[in-house]
């Protein structure tokens, strides 16, 4: 008899720190891919760059943070902080040496045959040089405040990401103050890509970086003074909001007063261009009080993320993907009521490929309808001028009960949301924020409507994503009307619970994070096992942004070692290591990388031949499953739970072309048609079925 196998090992576990940042190298090589249009390889790059500022933001602040309090505890992979930070420090390294390498050897040569230029200061031609004095002289000059370090001006702070140049001088000023070093930094209301006029240049795709300006013009700057040389530097702060909830009597005043010294918080990272001197980087390192190993030089613009600027203003349609207009979902037909269709039929909205517009209109018809007399929704994220705000203060106004429960914790839109929750208010709405402690991040509407008869009906929708009209048209989720009563019940005892003191509630549908989620997936693997051990077919199929929840990553690799065959789908960290033999050789994991940000959770088991399928707002991560509001709804529609399934799930699993296969080793490998085997691209299918 064999010894037991030890699924808590820590080697069959990958770091989810680590994990996260490998995503960036799978998006990064879109970028690197010449059969993308070339200004989505631009926007690829650029999106790279922005996911590492919130990587050291969040994720490596935190961690130091916890490193420095002596509070970091080893997760199941069983790596100390300090080794973790090492590994990142390693592994950014090479993630920055090739993304400036893309930029600089791939992109900039692509942009140029395009007609498209970054100009450095050796570029430019006689005429430009002169344009970009007078339009320094004249736009930007006079917005500067460069500061001489001395005793009487010390070192100043920084806004977090900000552009800056360290100036070396030589020379003396009028009140005989001898020059070394200043500071210049670039205030915020200065636009970051200067697009040169055509008739400086052979055309209109010609740009420049402020920084090459500053550069090229700082001795106008410091008139008197002999500039010795001028560098580029950013520095990334920790953006992480800790509010202690349950001491705090008002929780959008104390994150308002958070909010106003986050871009001035500790210091995480250092970048610096490539060809500043030790000397100057050590001053740097001094005075953000950060150490060698939190500098990262750049072999170009240290905002380097500002390139993405130009997408918006080129219009060449033939650098860009093909135009898209997502479908109007057909079951709802121009001037149909709404709470008719819903009335006789689930209908299941699959983003982008099918329009946003459906869930703004049946807003649009409770906000108007006399019939509804309550409305109720979660907002996580809502975007700039949502045209569902404007419906929901619209059903405030024409006299509906309307409750709105906004996350103010969305990271990075917590100001945003403060300033959602006190539009609301004033028009009449009455909102709250959720259960201290625990984020709400499910996404639900609920509509109460009084139908003929007098009989209260209850119609909601659920999806995957964010009530965010953007995001719906550059990120796949999956979207649920429904009248069904029990749906209809759960989501309103979910909302009672959110914004009361409710006890615990039972729900006969949903799954409810944090109660029931954690635990019906856990006993849904453990019934795919014991179908396997019998000899009856086991099959689980998981669509996620990212799974780390160690137990459940445990419940996977004995689902495995039963024979239960498992595809997991999952576009960014994953912790599991498949393909190790005798344990997780049964589990295969993708990613799926494209022009569509993969978003949408879906979670299938195949039950012995009764499947049962949820779309969830959760993904299978420790904070998901414990410290959030979540919810997972079934699709009781056997139509609706096949199309789910084919194409979110069969649809990926096809995919051949924009695909990443995980590794045991945990790095990932692109997918390629085997031989006499035909290109597959999933979304590709997507939009050739719903454009036609």
């Not at 760059?49 to 997760?75: C, M, Q, T, W």
């Not at 949301?417 to 259960?435: F, H, P």
């Not at 960290?573 to 033999?581: D, E």
């Amino acid at each position: 008899m064999s010894d037991p196998v030890d699924l808590g090992a820590p080697e069959l576990y990958i770091n989810r720190e680590l994990a996260a940042l490998e995503f960036n190298f799978r998006v990064l090589a879109q970028a690197r891919d010449p059969d993308v249009p070339a200004l989505e390889r631009l926007r690829y790059l650029t999106i790279v760059s922005n996911n590492l500022d919130e990587y050291f933001e969040v994720r490596v602040a935190v961690l130091k943070h916890k490193h420095a309090l002596g509070a970091a505890i080893p997760g199941a992979d069983g790596l100390s902080s300090s080794e973790i930070l090492t590994r990142i420090r390693e592994r950014t390294l090479e993630l920055v040496t090739e993304l400036y390498g893309t930029w600089r050897d791939e992109l900039l040569p692509a942009l140029a045959t395009e007609g498209i230029r970054f100009l450095t200061r050796d570029d430019w031609s006689d005429k430009q040089r002169r344009w970009l004095l007078g339009y320094f002289q004249n736009e930007i000059m006079p917005v500067l405040s460069p500061l001489g370090l001395d005793p009487a001006h010390p070192f100043p702070r920084i806004l977090n990401k900000t552009l800056n140049l360290a100036v070396v001088l030589k020379g003396r000023d009028a009140f005989g103050r001898e020059g070394h070093m200043a500071l210049v930094r670039a205030p915020r209301s200065l636009p970051r890509i200067i697009h040169l006029p055509a008739a400086v240049s052979d055309g209109d795709g010609d740009f420049v970086f402020l920084a090459e300006v500053l550069q090229a013009f700082a001795d106008e700057i410091f008139p008197g003074f002999q500039v010795c040389s001028t560098y580029q530097f950013r520095v990334t702060r920790n953006s992480e909001l800790v509010v202690e909830e349950a001491e705090v009597e008002n929780l959008a005043r104390a994150l308002s007063e958070e909010l106003a010294g986050r871009g001035y918080a500790r210091p995480v990272r250092l970048e610096v261009g490539a060809d500043c001197p030790r000397a100057i980087t050590e001053m740097l390192i001094a005075n953000f009080q950060l150490e060698e190993a939190d500098v990262y030089r750049c072999d170009g613009p240290v905002n380097i993320i500002r390139a993405g600027l130009i997408y918006d203003q080129i219009d060449r349609p033939e650098l860009k993907f093909p135009r898209f207009t997502p479908r109007l979902s057909p079951a709802f037909e121009k001037g149909v009521n709404e709470f008719d269709v819903l009335g006789t039929r689930d209908v299941l909205l699959h983003h982008p490929y099918e329009s946003f517009a459906s869930v703004v209109e049946l807003l649009r018809r409770a906000a108007q309808d006399p019939g509804v007399l309550a409305i109720k929704q979660t907002l996580y994220r809502a975007g700039k001028d949502s045209p569902l705000v404007d419906l929901l203060v619209e059903a405030a106004r024409n006299g509906k009960d309307v409750t709105v429960v906004i996350e103010l914790r969305a990271r990075f839109d917590e100001e945003a949301n403060i300033g959602l929750a006190n539009r609301l208010q004033e028009a009449g709405v009455q909102v709250v924020y959720g259960v201290v402690g625990y984020k709400t991040h499910a996404k639900m509407l609920l509509i109460v409507r009084r139908e003929a008869g007098g009989v209260l009906r209850r119609y909601v929708h659920l999806s995957t994503g964010n009530y965010h009209q953007g995001n719906s048209r550059g990120y796949t989720d999956i979207g649920l009307m429904t009248a069904d009563p029990e749906i209809g019940e759960d989501i309103h005892k979910v909302f009672q619970q959110l914004s009361g003191l409710g006890p615990m509630i039972q729900l006969k549908r949903l799954l409810h994070s944090p109660f029931t989620l954690y635990s019906s997936v856990m006993g849904k693997i453990e019934r795919e096992i014991e179908h396997a051990r019998n000899g009856r077919p086991g099959r689980i199929v998981a669509k996620l942004n990212a799974l780390n929840e160690a137990h459940v990553v445990e419940a996977l690799y004995r689902a495995s070692m039963a024979g239960v065959q498992i595809d997991l789908i999952i576009r960014g960290a994953c912790t599991l290591r498949p393909g190790v033999p005798g344990i997780s050789e049964n589990i295969r994991v993708r990613s799926i990388i494209g022009r569509f940000l993969e978003h949408s959770r879906v979670y299938w088991f195949g039950n012995d031949g009764a499947p049962e399928l949820y779309c969830a707002s959760a993904d299978w991560m420790e904070r998901n499953l414990m410290r959030r509001i979540e919810v997972g709804v079934p699709i009781l529609e056997p139509a609706l739970a096949r199309r789910v399934y084919d194409e979110t799930l069969a649809n990926y699993l096809r995919d051949n072309t924009q695909a990443w296969l995980l590794g045991k080793d945990g790095r990932y490998t692109r997918s390629h048609p085997a031989k006499g085997e035909a290109p597959y691209s999933a979304q590709q299918a997507l939009l050739a079925a719903y454009s036609g």
